[in-house]
């Protein structure tokens, strides 16, 4: 008999098809909060905000924008160790030729791990130089009088970055384009990257080259409240739920809130269950990392990462 039943397991295997099976289920499993592997403000000002976060096996990377008190608007990426939880460093990406201030609004991984960013930034405004008090008047308060400070521009120079997977600035490209603007994604068609807003596209090769500048009228792509992930011999399904899961205890929602699954593939039944605490921003999945949750509370951002 065991020579009959390895028989079978071999012939199984050489017509490519798996033996192999996802762990049996509990009978129940009880709903844990979203495990935070890091969480902080990371954008700094009161405009700092979070726009996208970007996986690679090596590094999650969050972009967005940081307001410092001293200095103009800036983007920044910020690449975090997915083993240690740590934050691995923390590039500024300034506006580009004398310009004043710039924000990253979208990003992207190429094939080569390189991070490509796009933003806006804001051309240079003069302000008046102040003249001295005349020593020759009679100014009796001794007051000096101040400049008037310069009011920025609009943000109407499409920017690009690319950063290297260790956080070196590799180049900065940027287009005029005499209009407000904001970058919604980045992407990669055939051999070019296509910039998309709601108002414009253009495109941008990996010299830095820009061309086919669209001014036209773009739907953003609207991501659904309902994702699913496959993950080997299990799904990641990430929704709003508002009533009792079945084999899952602890939940019972007086309103919809999202909660992540993780099921079997061929079963559906549940393997591990999570609800959300903060605002859910982005659930994203790559093979060999795991499901990575971002979302925002009073206490800044959060990654969570789950497997």
């Known amino acids: 008999m065991k020579f009959k039943f390895g028989s079978a397991l071999l012939a199984l295997s050489l017509l490519g098809i798996s033996t192999v099976h996802a762990a049996t ?32 096996k090596r590094a999650i990377y969050i972009v967005g924008t940081s307001e410092p008190a001293v200095g103009p608007t800036q983007g920044e990426v910020i690449a975090i160790d997915p083993l240690t939880k740590a934050q691995l460093w923390d ?34 405004v003069v302000g008046p130089t102040p003249k001295p008090t005349p020593t ?59 910039i998309n807003g709601s108002n414009f596209q253009i495109s941008i090769d990996q010299s830095g080259k820009f061309s086919k500048y669209i001014e036209a009228s773009f739907v953003p792509v609207k991501v659904s409240t309902t994702q699913t992930f496959k993950d080997g011999l ?12 079945a084999h899952v205890t602890g939940w019972s929602p007086k309103s919809a809130l999202p909660v992540v699954l993780k099921v079997g593939s061929r079963t559906g039944a549940v393997y591990s269950a999570y609800k959300i605490s903060g605002e859910l921003l982005k659930v994203d999945f790559l093979s060999g990392l795991g499901l990575v949750l971002t979302t925002q509370s009073a206490k800044g951002y959060a990654i969570s990462l789950l497997k």
Not at 39 to 56: I, K, M, Q, R
């Open 234 to 245: 299990y799904i990641w399904k990430s929704y709003l739920s508002k009533s009792a899961i």
């Open 136 to 194: 020759n008047v009679i100014n009796p308060s001794g007051v000096v009088i101040d400049p008037t400070p310069p009011i920025r521009s609009d943000l109407t120079q499409i920017s690009v970055w690319q950063v290297s997977p260790d956080g070196a600035l590799i180049a900065s490209y940027q287009y005029e384009t005499g209009k407000v603007l904001q970058p919604l994604s980045i992407k990669l068609v055939k051999t070019l990257f296509q």
């Open 91 to 124: 590039l500024a990406l300034p506006a580009l030729s004398g310009a004043a201030d710039a924000i990253a609004t979208a990003g992207m991984i190429d094939t080569a791990g390189n991070i490509w960013v796009a933003g806006t930034s804001s051309t240079p």
């Open 25 to 56: 289920p509990p009978k129940s499993v009880k709903i844990l909060n979203n495990p935070i592997a890091i969480e902080g403000t990371f954008f700094a000002g009161n405009g700092g905000e979070w726009f996208t976060t970007l996986l690679s």
